[in-house]
């Protein structure tokens, strides 16, 4: 029985097939699965990519609001700081006002009474020149008299002074 | 081996080879391949399904990502009703018919040969090696997908409407009496219908594998018996080889297209049945 050539020459047969399927069709099998790893792993790599850029764009977010809260607290420090700043400054120059006002009022004050002292003295003298010509029945020579009037003038004035 | 007592060499051998290994009537190598393969392909498919990664994937699991999504789409482009095992059960189909059929590359003499040899009764030592070229393995799981046709129906319409069917379509007509005279060609037609499918499932895919399985026996018969102190053949061995090998590059692409029709068609029917008429 010779079975044995017929197979041998089935087997032939087979393997040629086989080489045929790989060599014309496997690798077309594996280079679409090929490609489709490697689109998976893009896929994944993209994700991973794009959760990494979000990571990093949340973190610079934080830091720009860190950063821009520092700086609102710097400005808010310097504005505080300058409005301090003014409201001495204000007072500074109100307090001095005050006081130049109140120096103006003294000086005012100062000037009117030394006239009015004066006039008063005067007005005084005369009263005085004026009651002894009466007490005496005649008239009194205020020129002749005029250095006793002053020391009167002079002691109404202490007095008042010491009231 | 048969060839030398039934005188002419080639009958015998055919008829060998077209002999099943039987039990009490069970064609048990027909059984024996079909189960061996089921099992290689559960057991591959569970493999891969159970270490399959989220990330990027082996080879072996984008091979099968690739079979599983090639049917899925396939069943989401026909089958538009409600069932979870319709995917599944094509994906089973596709797979287990075309190895089934891919039985039917190897060498036609390799398996049977080997058993032969094996054997301490080489004149009954029978073996096919193809389930699909055995009626029974295609009938049965053409029954088993005219079962399920049945329960989508049934599930899918309901039994009044599913039995209703069978009176009103596919000619419909108004008023009593247009009813009753389509009753009858209704019934005839469906009963035609539904009995026709799983017998021209199983003998679409038992036919070609058959023809194939004969054409490759008959293939082998130019050098069989033949010796190396002839001259023929040396003649017969490069035809032989040549028929051989054109035939199975030929028939690689027939195992791969009648595993798609029977898996295509089950869609098909399944879906058929979902549709309400």
Same mark, same amino acid.
């Given at each position: 029985m010779n079975i044995g050539i017929t197979l041998v020459i089935q087997g032939l047969a087979f393997f040629a097939v086989a080489w045929l399927v790989m060599t014309f069709g496997w690798p077309n099998i594996m280079s679409a699965i090929e490609e489709r790893q490697k689109k998976i792993a893009d896929g994944l790599a993209a994700a991973d990519r794009g959760q990494k850029d979000l990571d990093d764009a949340k973190a610079q977010a934080a830091e720009i609001v860190k950063e821009a809260r520092v700086k609102a607290a710097q400005v808010i420090d310097q504005a505080n700081r300058r409005s301090n700043a003014l409201v001495d400054e204000a007072k500074g120059t109100a307090s001095a006002e005050a006081d130049r006002v109140v120096a103006a009022a003294r000086d005012t004050i100062a000037i009117d009474s030394a006239r009015a002292r004066g006039e008063l003295r005067t007005e005084v003298a005369a009263l005085a020149v004026q009651g002894a010509s009466q007490l005496l029945g005649r008239e009194v020579n205020a020129a002749a008299h005029a250095d006793l009037l002053e020391r009167l003038a002079a002691q109404i004035e202490q007095g008042a002074v010491a009231k | 081996m048969a060839t030398e007592e039934t005188g002419g060499g080639m009958t015998g051998y055919i008829k060998h080879h077209l002999h099943h290994m039987e039990v009490n009537g069970l064609h048990v190598d027909s059984i024996a391949v079909k189960v061996a393969l089921a099992l290689f392909f559960v057991v591959l498919f569970l493999r891969v399904a159970r270490r399959a *990664? +989220? $990330?990027?994937?082996g080879k072996l699991q984008c091979f099968i990502e690739m079979l599983v999504e090639f049917v899925d789409q396939m069943v989401k482009e026909t089958f538009h009703g409600r069932g979870r095992l319709v995917a599944p059960l094509a994906l089973t189909i596709f797979c287990l018919v075309f190895m089934m059929n891919f /039985? #039917? /590359? &190897? !060498?036609? #003499?390799l398996l049977p040969g080997a058993y032969q040899a094996l054997s301490a009764h080489p004149h009954e030592a029978y073996l096919r090696v193809? !389930? *699909? +070229? #055995?009626l029974n393995t295609t009938l049965g799981m053409a029954f088993t997908v005219f079962l399920l046709i049945q329960y989508y129906g049934i599930k899918h319409k309901g039994l009044a409407t599913f039995f209703g069917e069978f009176l009103t379509a596919p000619f419909h007509a108004e008023g009593v009496v247009g009813k009753i005279a389509c009753a009858v060609p209704n019934l005839l037609l469906r009963l035609i219908e539904e009995a026709v499918r799983p017998v021209s499932l199983s003998l679409r895919l038992f036919g070609n594998m058959y023809g194939g399985e004969l054409i490759f026996i008959l293939i082998a018969? /130019? *050098? &069989? $018996? +033949? =010796? &190396? =102190? =002839?001259?023929l053949t040396y003649v017969m061995m490069p035809v032989q080889f040549v028929a051989d090998f054109i035939w199975t590059a030929f028939h690689v692409l027939v195992i791969t297209l009648q595993a798609f029709i029977f898996m295509m068609l089950t869609i098909v029917y399944l879906s058929m049945a979902a549709e309400h008429h």
């Open positions: - | *990664t +989220a $990330g990027v994937p /039985m #039917d /590359m &190897l !060498p036609v #003499d193809v !389930p *699909t +070229a #055995d018969c /130019m *050098t &069989l $018996g +033949a =010796s &190396l =102190s =002839s001259g």
